[in-house]
């Protein structure tokens, strides 16, 4: 089969490898359908992820078809379309009995593309299949299905729950990227007053208003802090969500609250911040951090079912799975191409179609 392979910083390759086998038997095989590309995988091509070695086939978000299962598999079939989580669940750790699977310590957690092969490829072993992946329900695409792999549950698991979202709060969101946005679009599950996004680029506050941001800030031409307690009548907003991942933002995110507010850090920082307690001790903040542990992914698989939650706003690129490098580009370049979530798709798509314009006809629809 082919995959996408990472040879260590900056070199990355679709290239033919071993087809994977089941190792476990509680492992399945599973025929990718659609993937997508994170900004973790930029992550780890600029060499911040060690642990990633090279030879790694990289990706963890993925629906595809089950080929093979083990001998221990009994809640999945061959031929089930399944969605293939960023996290994975032994089901028997402290963790995982606690709904924590994120941080599983019996070989799950987020392991694709990291600990071991990752999807994005031809096919991939998925372990732990029992406990880890949800049947697509019938009716709808992959493309419904794919962003619940890892920016939905981790933008609603990390930032809105853990944030504490109310009613009526006020919240500020710091960063529009494909997190950030996907704060907003979770956060509005629970009605907060008012969204005020905040980001260095009008292109992306501009997604921050059509994804239903209340107010935006470009903190490169105004002072963020300022407007922001203008808008909150000199107090701060209830709830700040960090959504980048580097130590100006999550500063800037402990500044805009309210006493007694709450800090959700969503973002992947590699250097250390400042946690200014010389103002903060006094004024009962709850500040949280956390790596997603998809627990909500029935809750929102089921928003999207009903048509409560609508994930398509994302995907502004198509490519093949063959096209996956080009992919990588169109990604990394999002300042100038734009691009949200990249669709990987393992289906034909219409020819006479530029490349990364094309609309794949969605598959599973009966
Ligand atoms: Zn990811
Ligand atoms: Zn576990």
């Known amino acids: 089969m082919k995959a ?5 910083p900056g070199e990355r390759a679709w290239e033919q490898v071993p087809d994977p086998v089941l190792q476990e038997p509680t492992d399945i095989i599973v ?14 091509l600029k060499g911040d992820v060690p642990a990633v ?10 629906v595809g078809t089950v080929t093979e299962i083990g001998a221990a598999v009994t809640t999945v079939a061959v031929g089930d379309r399944v969605l293939i989580s960023c996290i994975s669940s032994c089901g028997r750790c402290r963790f995982c009995k606690e709904g924590h699977y994120g941080l599983c310590s019996g070989g799950g957690g987020w392991i694709f593309g990291h600990l071991i092969d990752g999807l994005q490829a031809e096919y991939a072993r998925v372990p732990f299949a029992d406990t880890s992946v949800y049947k697509v329900p ?11 792999a890892d920016i939905l549950p981790t933008a609603f698991e990390v930032g809105v729950l853990n944030g504490g979202v109310q009613p009526g709060d006020t919240i500020a969101v710091v960063g529009s990227g494909p997190i950030g946005l996907a704060v907003i679009m979770t956060a509005k599950l629970y009605t907060p007053g008012r969204i005020i996004a905040i980001d260095l680029s009008d292109a992306r506050l501009e997604k921050a208003r059509e994804f239903g941001a209340d107010v935006t800030i470009n903190n490169g031409v105004e002072d963020a802090l300022e407007r922001v307690f203008e808008l909150t009548g000199g107090l701060g907003v209830d709830v700040a969500i960090e959504a980048v991942g580097v130590p100006e933002t999550f ?18 920082h590699g250097h250390s911040a400042t946690l200014h307690l010389e103002t903060l001790w006094i004024r009962d903040v709850t500040i949280t951090t956390g790596l997603v542990d998809t627990k909500t992914t029935p809750q929102l698989l089921k928003l999207i079912e009903e048509r409560k939650l609508d994930p398509s706003p994302f ?21 100038t191409t734009h691009a949200l979530k990249i669709v990987l798709s393992a289906v034909p798509v219409a020819l006479d179609a530029p490349a990364g314009d094309r609309k794949v006809e969605p598959v599973g629809i009966a």
């Open 315 to 335: 995907a502004t690129h198509h490519f093949t799975l063959d096209e996956t490098e080009q992919a990588y580009d169109v990604f990394a370049d999002a300042a």
């Open 4 to 8: 996408l392979v990472y040879h260590g």
């Open 138 to 148: 019938e009716g709808l695409s992959d493309e419904d299905v794919l962003f619940l």
């Open 53 to 62: 070695q090279p030879g790694t086939i990289l990706g963890h978000e993925a």
């Open 251 to 268: 500063e800037l995110a402990t500044a805009l609250i309210r006493p007694g507010g709450r800090v959700a850090n969503v973002g992947v």
């Open 31 to 44: 025929k990718i359908d659609t993937s997508t590309i994170c900004g973790t995988d930029l992550h780890i």
